[in-house]
């Protein structure tokens, strides 16, 4: 998926302003726009062995813990990390995470979110759900402020998955991974499921939640 613009979404939380991501390949390019003091978010995959491994590109600062998932009954293991930076003043115009451990098929896409301040915090993310149907589930996540901006990385395989209700979609990378937002507040953020079509196949959700700046 090339860089552009998302769908008008929620207000007073932090905005998705852009979205970029890759299919196939451990470098992606910037989202479109990017200026100084906005937050880049991350979502980093790629399909691995059981010791295989996701690392952020140089200079980001990962969201929590790496995930390795067995996504059987007949495929590889994926490792997720979620991860962030503040724009500097110049950016590169793509960036490149690290994978390990026999990786096959990376995937990523990067945010440009603006409203979550300089030194951004964050809920989450919440543990894997995995499975191997058309129904992908999602877990709840506890968030800690109102107006908070969740940020679910839905990764699959085939199918056309279709968007949940009371969110917007960011990005679909050729069926394979999708990510989407909503604005929630403080409490239990609801969790859901993605309904696909097609053949099944195996599908791995994580979700966090980006706190308004002050």
């Given amino acids: 998926m090339a860089a552009g613009a998302v769908a008008a979404g929620p207000t007073g939380a932090p905005i998705v302003q852009s979205v970029s991501g890759s299919t196939d390949s451990a470098t992606v390019a910037a989202p479109e726009g990017v200026t100084e003091g906005d937050l880049l978010l991350g979502c980093f995959i790629g399909y691995v062995s ?6 952020p590109p140089a200079g980001w600062t990962a969201i929590g813990s790496m995930v390795n998932t067995d996504l059987t009954p007949n495929d590889p293991n994926a490792a997720q990390v979620f991860a962030y930076k503040i724009a500097g003043a110049s950016e590169p115009a793509s960036y490149t995470f690290s994978i390990g451990g026999g990786a096959i098929y990376p995937c990523a896409n990067i945010l440009r979110i603006s409203g979550a301040g300089a030194s951004p915090t ?30 679910l990385h839905s990764i699959g395989y085939s199918g056309a998955p279709e968007t949940p209700a009371g969110w917007f979609e960011a990005a679909i990378n050729d069926g394979v991974t999708g990510v989407y937002y909503r604005e929630v507040d403080a409490g239990a953020a609801a969790d859901g499921v993605i309904v696909e079509t097609g053949a099944a196949h195996f599908w791995m959700n994580r979700s966090i939640a980006v706190h308004p700046g002050a």
Avoid: K, M, N, Y
């Avoid at 989450?124 to 107006?147: K, N």
């Fill in 122 to 151: 964050f809920d989450g993310p919440t543990a894997e759900t995995h499975g191997f149907d058309l129904s992908r589930e999602f877990g709840s996540l506890t968030v800690t402020e109102d107006l908070s901006l969740q940020i």
């Fill in 50 to 55: 059981t010791t295989g491994t996701v690392s």
